[in-house]
């Protein structure tokens, strides 16, 4: 046999049998995070902290949630995690409480959680990934990352793809909506929103609303009263603290010349359900459609 032709055959067995003697090169596992970074590990991570309520949710809904062995406060969903043993908030991290539950993964909110505590834990040898998805695509995408790092991506896939699968659905049924203008109000002291740039304004989109402060530049400007009796929506959405309280919505009332008043157009969603990027944003894009739906008939009846 001709020496060329030899050793065609024998580098790919060569290089097989480095795979099967190096560990590493076998079971290493491998993405690309949201910040744009490698997270490699040499084996699918078994001790996952969740550094927001969203990435706890996320790693639960992508199979991972038996690997969790830790999270921040009101990491309430599903009901396992609230069992689970806290390391702090989102905005203040406990580290000394991270490090001794040895994790050999964490998931970092990449614009909620203080960076120079996260750098501190990357320079300490612990693997971070950076979560941060912007649109829904990014969450179904953020589901099959966080899957192949822990080893369910069966789980991880299923969940992505029936998100996607929703939202679609969802886009087809609303695209010759006719339009509506929006003010989703996402805190009340000091008043804020949300930008075009924003998951939530992306769900106002898909069910045919205009999001009247969407051109604005922060991700979640604050604004003034008189700037949402200016834009006079047509609907005002609120999503207040908990997972049924209006309230946020009274101080609204007073002001009856506001078309969204005027029609009783006052309404609320669940914020677990619209205000985390996670897969229950399906079933709050649902709602918000629905509310719309409601704005749209009292119009026709005018």
């Not at 998951?199 to 604050?222: D, H, M, R, T």
């Amino acid at each position: 046999m001709p020496p060329a032709r030899l050793l065609s055959l024998c580098l790919p067995l060569l290089a097989a049998m480095l795979c099967v003697g190096s560990g590493l090169a076998r079971a290493q596992v491998c993405v690309t995070d949201d910040a744009d970074r490698q997270v490699c590990l040499e084996q699918p991570a078994n001790r996952i902290i969740a550094l927001s309520p969203g990435a706890t949710e996320l790693l639960f809904a992508a199979g991972a949630g038996e690997k969790v062995v830790g999270a921040v406060s009101f990491s309430d969903y599903p009901p396992a995690a609230k069992k689970l043993p806290r390391v702090g908030s989102y905005k203040r991290l406990d580290l000394e409480a991270v490090l001794a539950l040895k994790p050999d993964l964490i998931i970092a909110w990449r614009s909620g959680n203080p960076m120079e505590q996260v750098e501190r834990l990357q320079a300490m040898g612990v693997p971070v990934y950076h979560s941060e998805p912007r649109r829904f695509e990014d969450i179904s995408t953020t589901l099959e990352r966080l899957a192949v790092l822990a080893g369910t991506e069966a789980v991880g896939q299923g969940a992505a793809d029936a998100l996607r699968s929703g939202m679609d659905s969802l886009r087809q049924r609303y695209a010759e909506a006719a339009p509506v203008t929006v003010f989703y109000q996402v805190w009340k002291e000091p008043l804020m929103t949300v930008n075009n740039e924003h998951l939530i304004s992306e769900a106002i989109q898909i069910c045919g609303g205009v999001n009247v402060f969407g051109e604005l530049a922060a991700l979640a400007p604050k604004i003034s009263r008189e700037a949402v009796l200016a834009k006079d929506p047509e609907v005002i959405i609120a999503g207040g603290m908990g997972e049924d309280d209006p309230s946020w919505l009274e101080p609204w009332k007073q002001f009856s010349s506001l078309r969204a008043v005027k029609h009783d157009n006052l309404f609320f969603v669940a914020p677990s359900t619209l205000q985390r990027p996670t897969p229950q944003m399906l079933a709050g894009t649902r709602t918000l459609c629905s509310h719309l739906d409601t704005v749209r008939a009292r119009d026709s009846r005018d």
